[in-house]
């Protein structure tokens, strides 16, 4: 496994891939990798011939009073779990290399950007839309994988690729969760003894939701409260940001809930944002 | 030569020449195609192997009180044009495949597209920009021309292609010129017999400021004031939208020429606004 961490680099890699007729799958991520990550690493792997893992802390996507620079880097630990899951390449650029002096340019989503995360990070998109951009930029790849744990990301990313051309095919993965259901999160890390099992609650209380809309009950707002309060109740030391019960595809807010929706999640820790969601699915949809 | 009415099909042309070992060059247009733009076609038709012209009237570049629906547009004499100088595609996509419902993307230089244009055409350069990153998704070109009759434009497109690691070589190419040393541009064929001599005013202001330059005069202001009066004497149906002498690179306004500037000016006239500029060299640089 090659490490690139300038632009012409992974591109001389990826182009002597391309010319032995390989083509390019791309995970990208900001390291810090858990199972989720290599869930994504292990789908991209099995479906192209040269997988790159990227892994950059993106400073843009974080709040003025987020968690840059408290945000979990283990280099050594990311490196050898890419090379184990048969990635071939990772590209980890320096913030001097993504953003020199003189960088000028913003890639925005509107409207998907505005509701659930977007209302309580503002600007945060934006960080994600441009780096992601600037990563296919860089790499070229055929395909890339986005998990669905960042819901949101996923709908905004396949917008922009949409939107602007972007030659990429994005593909999802599913969340993948620790024993008690805790959506795998890079932040989940920082949770503390007491905050730890009060976590659990975000996917308890949307997989309670998931239940009851299987089971018939309709009224997204009536679904939207039992979640609040499953969280409230199990979850004490968390601050709710939303809940919220949208459409899949336009992120819109539904009141019946008469085909499939996503339940979306955001809770507040003292020492992490959390962030989760769930498909209900009416019966027989 | 194929025309492309759809990004399916202009890349199943590139890719077709890609696989032949064809290296793609582009050249983005609005039509209404004259000798300027044949000099962009022929500078990329000499420097590369498919060569692919688009023509694409942009709503999003052009403001509401603007002149979309008047842009000159000479289907028939710009296919005929192309296929003469050797275009092997032309790529005219409809504004619906370009734009298609829920389209929510905007790629945005700051700074560089504050000034000149950017302050009397607010939007125009968000409109450029994105689509200018659509059109090298939808085609993949390996470069594509510009000229520099549009200045500003050339200088945020390398920003942009810079800052999203797009992997397309921007080059440009002088401009061309009327006899009577007018820029030739699309908007010079709505022109009337009154104004149309008068549109000459602008090129013959910036020439003698270029000797003025050269002679030694270095006081940015008193140069601009020349090219002012110069443009008022000769042009009295023009408003002038400005006249500055600006870096080359970041388009700040100099204090002194004591390295090459560019003197850049815009003047509307009742039947079009047109812009020109030229670099200004002082004695021994």
Redesign the interface.
Known sequence: MKVART?EEI?ALVAQARAAGARIGMVPTMGALHAGHYSLIDAARSAGDFLVVSIFVNPTQFGPNEDYRTYPRTWEADCGGCEAHGADAVFAPTPEVMYPE???????????TEVLCGRYRPGHFDGV??VV???F??V?PDAAWFGRKDYQQLVVIR??VA?????VRIEEVPIVREPDGLAMSSRNARLDRRERPQAAALSRALREAQVRVAQGACGAQEVADEIRTGIETDAPLGDIDYVEIVDPATLAGVERIDRPAVAAVAVRFPSARLIDNMLLTPPGR
């Open positions: 632009v591109r003189g960088f000028a340019t913003t890639v925005h989503v509107s409207g998907l839309c441009t951009a600037k990563l930029g860089a070229g917008r922009m939107d602007l051309n972007l030659p």
